[in-house]
C-alpha cells in the first residue's frame, strides 16, 4: 500500500489515548530494578576518584573477607578471562586516510583511570548494603596524573592513551575547500561566530539498570538491562567482548523510563555482571545511583565551533565554512565519532540554498566521560550553529530573522546539499509563515514596550530546523563508516481469532510505540486499536531489531511492519479468493472485509483468519496454514522532518532572570499517526532544548577534573514552572520513500528549540549593548553579560 492510500485510513491521524498510560499511571509498568530473580546477588562499582591516574595496587582482602561478600573483580580477572574492550561501532577515518584512534576501553581498568567515574572493581554480595560496605574496602593506591578536561586544551595535555599520543582522535572534512575559500574572497559580506556548545547529562527518569543470569544447565545467559536497542547490545556485548554465540543470551530491555540516546549504548557494567553471573553462577543486579549516573552515563554535545558564512549584498548565502572541535571524552563509546561528523556537518546546508560548504572536525580524548549521541545527537549542534549564525548575519545586513531566511530557503525538491544529503520533500516557506502567524509578530512592538515599562527587555528569536532521522541506508551507513546495518524488522502475528501480536525491533521508552504501532495495523486490517498488541525490547521474542535512536522507529520501523502487513494482505486474498471461489486477483481488502469486485460475496478478516489456523477447507496444496509474515526494511534515504520555531523571551536585567513567554513550533513530520503522542514528543524535546538554552551545563574543574555538576543541586534541570504553554502546528509533506510517509519526530524540539531561545535572548539583550552569548542563558550569566557591556 502506498503512503497516498495509508494516510487515508481510520485511525491513521487520531489521538487515541496512549495504550500503556493505565500501566505506567497505575505503577503497573516493570522497570528492571522491578524485577527481582531467584537467587538475586548485588553488585556495586568501585569508581576513579580521579581523572587521570596510575594503579599503582588494588588490595582487595578487606573487601572479600567482608560479610556476604560473594566476589571481587578487579582488570587483572577480565584480561585473565579474555574478555576484549567494549567496541565502538563507528569508524571515522581521517582526511589523510588514517583510521581514527581506537584504544581499548577495557570494562575494569587496566593499569590506568581515565576519567572520574570510571570502573575499576566491581562487588558482588548477597545484600546491596553488603556489596556497598565492602566496596569501601576496596584500597586503590593511585599515582595521580594531571587531567584534561576542555577539548580545546587536548592538544597540548598529557596523553590519555598510547595509541593517541596527541590525544587526537581524527580530523575529518566534508565539502569542498578551495571552492568555499573562492566564494569567500568574492563575498560582499562575510559574517563570523564562534560558539560552544555546552556540554549535557542526559539525566532519563530511570537511572540505568542491570541484571545478570546465567543457567549453567542450558548454558544460557539473560541480561535484563535498560536499553534502547537489546539487539545490538546483545550482538556487541557476544560478538565483540564475550566471544559468546548469540543464540546463547536473551536481552530483555523491559519497560524503561526514558533513555535520550544515553541508553543506546554497551556499558562495562552490562558486561561485568554478565560475566560475573556465570562466575559466580549467581543472578546479580545493579541500579546506578543518581550520582552514578551523573558521573558514568554517557553525555552529549561539547563542541567548540568557529564558523564563517560568506554572503553577497543582498543577503544570499555564498559559502559557509565551519571549523570544530568536539570532545569525545576519555574513552570512544557506541556510536561516538559519528555524532560530530555524519550526523553534524551533513546537516549544516539547513534549510538554504548556500551552495558551497566546507566543515572541518578535530575530535579529541580528555578526562571526562564518553561523550555519544543525545537527543537530536549532532543535528541539534548544527542547527544551533547554523541558526545563531544567519541571524547574526540578517542582523548584520540589517534584515528582519524572517527575511533573511526566506531569501535563502530551499523551493526545490528533490534538493542535493553540497554536504550529502538529498531532501526528498519539504515546504520552508509556508512553514516559516504558518510560525510568524502563530506568534503574533504583529503584536511584538506592543508587548515589547509593555516589557519596557516595567523595566524589563524583550526579544524573539527565530530557528528553521531541518534534520535527518531514519538512519540511513545501510549501504551508506557501511560506505560512511557504520559497523553495523541499519535496518528494522517487524512481525504481524495474526491468531485464529483474528486478533494480532507485532513484534518490532524498535524500542519503546516512552514514545508510545505500543498505540501507534497499532494504529497502524489496526487501520490496515480493518480492525480495532484494542486488538492488536505490541511486543518490542526482548531478544527472546522479537525476531531481530537495530534499536530506537534518529527517530526512526516509525519511518523504519513502522514501514516494515507494512512491509510484513503487505505479505499478510497477500496471503490472506489468496484464502479469501478460496473461499469465495474467485480468483485471487479479483479479490479487494478494505475496512476488514474482502470482497469481489462487482458481486455481493464478501468474508472478514476474522474468518480468514480462522480458515488458516483451522484448515479444514483449505488449499492446502497451494498455501501453507497459518498467518504470521515477516519483514525486514532498509531505508532507502533518511526522512528530513523542517519546522520553524519561534521563541519569545522576557529578561529582567535587573536579575538576569529570562522567561520565555511564548514558544511556537510549526513543524513538518510527513504523515502524523497518531497527533497527540506528536505533540508530547515535541513538548519533551523543547522542553531539553530550552534546558539545553537556559538551565543545563555539565561543568567539569579544569584543574581536578572533578564533575563539579555531579547532582541535581548543582546541574539545572528546567521545571514545569519554565516552560511555557506550547503553540503548535504542523503542516505534511509526506516523506517520499516509505510507505507511511511519516517522518521521525522524537527530536526535532530539541534540535529547533536552543537556537530559537538564544536568538531571542540576544534579541532582547541587543539594547543593552550585548552582541554575544554561549549557553546556558542562566540568571548569573545573562547578568554578566548585561554588566561587562555596561564597561
Ligand atoms: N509518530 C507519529 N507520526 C509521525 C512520527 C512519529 O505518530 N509522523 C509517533 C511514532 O509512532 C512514535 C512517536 O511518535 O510513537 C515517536 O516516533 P519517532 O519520531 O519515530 O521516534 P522514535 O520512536 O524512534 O523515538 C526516538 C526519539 C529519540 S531519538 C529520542 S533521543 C527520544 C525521543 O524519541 N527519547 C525519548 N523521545 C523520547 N520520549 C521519551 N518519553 N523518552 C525518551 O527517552
Same mark, same amino acid.
Given at each position: 500500500?502506498?503512503?497516498?492510500?495509508?494516510?487515508?485510513?481510520?485511525?491513521?491521524?487520531?489521538?487515541?489515548?496512549?495504550?500503556?498510560?493505565?500501566?505506567?499511571?497505575?505503577?503497573?509498568?516493570?522497570?528492571?530494578?522491578?524485577?527481582?530473580?531467584?537467587?538475586?546477588?548485588?553488585?556495586?562499582?568501585?569508581?576513579?576518584?580521579?581523572?587521570?591516574?596510575?594503579?599503582?595496587?588494588?588490595?582487595?582482602?578487606?573487601?572479600?573477607?567482608?560479610?556476604?561478600?560473594?566476589?571481587?573483580?578487579?582488570?587483572?580477572?577480565?584480561?585473565?578471562?579474555?574478555?576484549?574492550?567494549?567496541?565502538?561501532?563507528?569508524?571515522?577515518?581521517?582526511?589523510?586516510?588514517?583510521?581514527?584512534?581506537?584504544?581499548?576501553?577495557?570494562?575494569?581498568?587496566?593499569?590506568?583511570?581515565?576519567?572520574?567515574?570510571?570502573?575499576?572493581?566491581?562487588?558482588?554480595?548477597?545484600?546491596?548494603?553488603?556489596?556497598?560496605?565492602?566496596?569501601?574496602?576496596?584500597?586503590?593506591?593511585?599515582?595521580?596524573?594531571?587531567?584534561?578536561?576542555?577539548?580545546?586544551?587536548?592538544?597540548?595535555?598529557?596523553?590519555?592513551?598510547?595509541?593517541?599520543?596527541?590525544?587526537?582522535?581524527?580530523?575529518?572534512?566534508?565539502?569542498?575547500?578551495?571552492?568555499?575559500?573562492?566564494?569567500?574572497?568574492?563575498?560582499?559580506?562575510?559574517?563570523?561566530?564562534?560558539?560552544?556548545?555546552?556540554?549535557?547529562?542526559?539525566?532519563?527518569?530511570?537511572?540505568?539498570?542491570?541484571?545478570?543470569?546465567?543457567?549453567?544447565?542450558?548454558?544460557?545467559?539473560?541480561?535484563?538491562?535498560?536499553?534502547?536497542?537489546?539487539?545490538?547490545?546483545?550482538?556487541?556485548?557476544?560478538?565483540?567482548?564475550?566471544?559468546?554465540p548469540e543464540h546463547k543470551v536473551r536481552v530483555i530491555a523491559p519497560d524503561v523510563g526514558g533513555g535520550f540516546g544515553s541508553k543506546i549504548y554497551l556499558y562495562a557494567e552490562d558486561v561485568c555482571?554478565?560475566?560475573?553471573?556465570?562466575?559466580?553462577?549467581?543472578?546479580?543486579?545493579?541500579?546506578?545511583?543518581?550520582?552514578?549516573?551523573?558521573?558514568?552515563?554517557?553525555?552529549?554535545?561539547?563542541?567548540?565551533?568557529?564558523?564563517?558564512?560568506?554572503?553577497?549584498?543582498?543577503?544570499?548565502?555564498?559559502?559557509?565554512?565551519?571549523?570544530?572541535?568536539?570532545?569525545?571524552?576519555?574513552?570512544?563509546?557506541?556510536?561516538?565519532?559519528?555524532?560530530?561528523?555524519?550526523?553534524?556537518?551533513?546537516?549544516?546546508?539547513?534549510?538554504?540554498?548556500?551552495?558551497?560548504?566546507?566543515?572541518?572536525?578535530?575530535?579529541?580524548?580528555?578526562?571526562?566521560?564518553?561523550?555519544?549521541?543525545?537527543?537530536?545527537?549532532?543535528?541539534?549542534?548544527?542547527?544551533?550553529?547554523?541558526?545563531?549564525?544567519?541571524?547574526?548575519?540578517?542582523?548584520?545586513?540589517?534584515?528582519?530573522?524572517?527575511?533573511?531566511?526566506?531569501?535563502?530557503?530551499?523551493?526545490?525538491?528533490?534538493?542535493?546539499?553540497?554536504?550529502?544529503?538529498?531532501?526528498?520533500?519539504?515546504?520552508?516557506?509556508?512553514?516559516?509563515?504558518?510560525?510568524?502567524?502563530?506568534?503574533?509578530?504583529?503584536?511584538?512592538?506592543?508587548?515589547?514596550?509593555?516589557?519596557?515599562?516595567?523595566?524589563?527587555?524583550?526579544?524573539?528569536?527565530?530557528?528553521?530546523?531541518?534534520?535527518?532521522?531514519?538512519?540511513?541506508?545501510?549501504?551508506?551507513?557501511?560506505?560512511?563508516?557504520?559497523?553495523?546495518?541499519?535496518?528494522?524488522?517487524?512481525?504481524?502475528?495474526?491468531?485464529?481469532?483474528?486478533?494480532?501480536?507485532?513484534?518490532?525491533?524498535?524500542?519503546?521508552?516512552?514514545?508510545?510505540?505500543?498505540?501507534?504501532?497499532?494504529?497502524?495495523?489496526?487501520?490496515?486490517? &480493518?480492525?480495532?486499536?484494542?486488538?492488536?498488541? %505490541?511486543?518490542?525490547?526482548?531478544? $527472546?521474542? +522479537?525476531?531481530? =531489531?537495530? *534499536?530506537?535512536?534518529?527517530?526512526?522507529?516509525?519511518?523504519?520501523?513502522?514501514?516494515?511492519?507494512?512491509?510484513?502487513?503487505?505479505?499478510?494482505?497477500?496471503?490472506?486474498?489468496?484464502?479469501?479468493?478460496?473461499?469465495?471461489?474467485?480468483?485471487?486477483?479479483?479479490?479487494?481488502?478494505?475496512?476488514?472485509?474482502?470482497?469481489?469486485?462487482?458481486?455481493?460475496?464478501?468474508?472478514?478478516?476474522?474468518?480468514?483468519?480462522?480458515?488458516?489456523?483451522?484448515?479444514?477447507?483449505?488449499?492446502?496444496?497451494?498455501?501453507?496454514?497459518?498467518?504470521?509474515?515477516?519483514?525486514?526494511?532498509?531505508?532507502?534515504?533518511?526522512?528530513?522532518?523542517?519546522?520553524?520555531?519561534?521563541?519569545?523571551?522576557?529578561?529582567?536585567?535587573?536579575?538576569?532572570?529570562?522567561?520565555?513567554?511564548?514558544?511556537?513550533?510549526?513543524?513538518?513530520? &510527513?504523515?502524523?499517526?497518531?497527533?497527540?503522542? %506528536?505533540?508530547?514528543?515535541?513538548? $519533551?524535546? +523543547?522542553?531539553? =532544548?530550552? *534546558?539545553?538554552?537556559?538551565?543545563?551545563?555539565?561543568?567539569?574543574?579544569?584543574?581536578?577534573?572533578?564533575?563539579?555538576?555531579?547532582?541535581?543541586?548543582?546541574?539545572?534541570?528546567?521545571?514545569?514552572?519554565?516552560?511555557?504553554?506550547?503553540?503548535?502546528?504542523?503542516?505534511?509533506?509526506?516523506?517520499?520513500?516509505?510507505?507511511?510517509?511519516?517522518k521521525g519526530c522524537g527530536e526535532a524540539g530539541a534540535i529547533g528549540s536552543p537556537p530559537a531561545v538564544i536568538n531571542a535572548v540576544l534579541d532582547a539583550l541587543k539594547p543593552l549593548g550585548v552582541?554575544?552569548?554561549?549557553?546556558?542563558?542562566?540568571?548569573?550569566?545573562?547578568?554578566?553579560?548585561?554588566?561587562?557591556?555596561?564597561?
Open positions: 500500500m502506498g503512503a497516498s492510500d495509508f494516510v487515508n485510513l481510520p485511525n491513521i491521524g487520531a489521538s487515541i489515548r496512549r495504550k500503556e498510560d493505565y500501566r505506567f499511571l497505575t505503577g503497573g509498568g516493570q522497570y528492571t530494578d522491578d524485577i527481582t530473580l531467584a537467587n538475586q546477588s548485588y553488585a556495586v562499582f568501585v569508581r576513579s576518584p580521579h581523572a587521570h591516574a596510575n594503579i599503582k595496587g588494588i588490595d582487595t582482602a578487606a573487601a572479600r573477607a567482608a560479610p556476604g561478600v560473594l566476589g571481587v573483580f578487579v582488570g587483572a580477572d577480565v584480561a585473565a578471562d579474555k574478555l576484549n574492550g567494549l567496541p565502538c561501532g563507528w569508524l571515522i577515518t581521517s582526511t589523510d586516510g588514517t583510521p581514527m584512534k581506537e584504544p581499548p576501553h577495557p570494562i575494569l581498568a587496566q593499569g590506568k583511570v581515565r576519567y572520574v567515574g570510571d570502573h575499576v572493581a566491581m562487588v558482588v554480595a548477597e545484600t546491596l548494603e553488603q556489596a556497598k560496605n565492602a566496596a569501601e574496602l576496596v584500597e586503590v593506591d593511585y599515582d595521580v596524573l594531571t587531567a584534561v578536561v576542555k577539548v580545546t586544551d587536548a592538544a597540548r595535555a598529557a596523553p590519555l592513551h598510547d595509541a593517541a599520543p596527541d590525544n587526537h582522535c581524527y580530523k575529518w572534512a566534508i565539502g569542498d575547500k578551495a571552492q568555499v575559500d573562492a566564494a569567500f574572497a568574492a563575498a560582499a559580506h562575510v559574517t563570523k561566530l564562534d560558539l560552544v556548545n555546552n556540554r549535557l547529562i542526559p539525566n532519563a527518569m530511570e537511572p540505568r539498570a542491570v541484571i545478570g543470569s546465567y543457567n549453567r544447565a542450558t548454558d544460557e545467559y539473560t541480561l535484563y538491562v535498560s536499553n534502547q536497542n537489546p539487539h545490538v547490545e546483545r550482538l556487541l556485548l557476544t560478538a565483540f567482548v564475550m566471544g559468546l555482571l554478565t560475566w560475573a553471573a556465570k562466575k559466580l553462577n549467581r543472578s546479580i543486579k545493579w541500579t546506578a545511583e543518581r550520582s552514578e549516573s551523573f558521573v558514568s552515563d554517557a553525555h552529549g554535545r561539547d563542541h567548540v565551533s568557529h564558523a564563517e558564512m560568506a554572503l553577497d549584498k543582498d543577503g544570499k548565502f555564498l559559502a559557509l565554512r565551519v571549523h570544530t572541535n568536539a570532545n569525545m571524552g576519555a574513552y570512544l563509546s557506541t556510536f561516538a565519532p559519528s555524532i560530530p561528523t555524519i550526523l553534524y556537518a551533513t546537516l549544516l546546508a539547513g534549510q538554504y540554498t548556500t551552495p558551497q560548504i566546507y566543515v572541518e572536525v578535530d575530535a579529541w580524548f580528555t578526562n571526562t566521560a564518553p561523550v555519544d549521541a543525545y537527543r537530536g545527537a549532532g543535528r541539534p549542534e548544527a542547527t544551533y550553529l547554523l541558526e545563531r549564525l544567519v541571524t547574526r548575519a540578517g542582523w548584520e545586513l540589517g534584515l528582519a530573522q524572517d527575511e533573511i531566511r526566506r531569501r535563502n530557503m530551499i523551493t526545490q525538491f528533490p534538493y542535493q546539499t553540497p554536504v550529502a544529503l538529498q531532501y526528498d520533500v519539504g515546504d520552508f516557506h509556508s512553514l516559516i509563515n504558518r510560525a510568524n502567524e502563530l506568534a503574533d509578530i504583529a503584536g511584538l512592538e506592543q508587548r515589547k514596550a509593555a516589557s519596557r515599562a516595567s523595566g524589563k527587555v524583550r526579544g524573539i528569536g527565530y530557528s528553521s530546523y531541518i534534520e535527518a532521522c531514519g538512519l540511513a541506508p545501510s549501504n551508506i551507513a557501511g560506505a560512511l563508516g557504520a559497523r553495523a546495518g541499519l535496518f528494522e524488522c517487524g512481525e504481524v502475528r495474526v491468531h485464529p481469532t483474528g486478533s494480532v501480536t507485532v513484534f518490532t525491533g524498535s524500542h519503546s521508552h516512552g514514545q508510545g510505540h505500543e498505540t501507534t504501532f497499532a494504529q497502524v495495523v489496526a487501520a490496515r486490517l &480493518g480492525i480495532a486499536v484494542d486488538q492488536v498488541d %505490541v511486543v518490542h525490547g526482548d531478544t $527472546g521474542r +522479537v525476531p531481530f =531489531g537495530m *534499536g530506537t535512536y534518529g527517530s526512526r522507529s516509525l519511518a523504519v520501523g513502522g514501514s516494515a511492519i507494512m512491509k510484513a502487513l503487505d505479505k499478510i494482505e497477500t496471503k490472506a486474498k489468496k484464502i479469501a479468493a478460496h473461499l469465495m471461489e474467485a480468483s485471487d486477483a479479483d479479490v479487494e481488502f478494505a475496512n476488514g472485509e474482502f470482497t469481489i469486485k462487482g458481486t455481493d460475496k464478501k468474508v472478514t478478516f476474522g474468518q480468514v483468519a480462522l480458515t488458516a489456523y483451522v484448515p479444514h477447507n483449505y488449499p492446502l496444496d497451494k498455501l501453507e496454514p497459518g498467518l504470521n509474515e515477516t519483514a525486514f526494511y532498509d531505508p532507502t534515504n533518511f526522512t528530513f522532518p523542517a519546522g520553524t520555531h519561534i521563541c519569545e523571551v522576557e529578561i529582567d536585567p535587573a536579575t538576569g532572570e529570562v522567561r520565555v513567554d511564548r514558544f511556537t513550533a510549526v513543524d513538518d513530520f &510527513g504523515t502524523i499517526i497518531n497527533p497527540m503522542i %506528536v505533540a508530547g514528543q515535541v513538548h $519533551g524535546g +523543547v522542553a531539553q =532544548g530550552i *534546558g539545553q538554552a537556559l538551565f543545563e551545563r555539565c561543568v567539569y574543574d579544569e584543574e581536578s577534573g572533578q564533575l563539579l555538576t555531579g547532582s541535581m543541586m548543582d546541574y539545572a534541570m528546567p521545571r514545569a514552572e519554565d516552560i511555557p504553554n506550547f503553540t503548535l502546528d504542523t503542516l505534511s509533506t509526506p516523506c517520499s520513500h516509505n510507505p507511511l510517509g511519516s552582541t554575544e552569548f554561549d549557553m546556558p542563558a542562566s540568571p548569573g550569566r545573562v547578568w554578566q553579560a548585561i554588566e561587562s557591556a555596561k564597561h
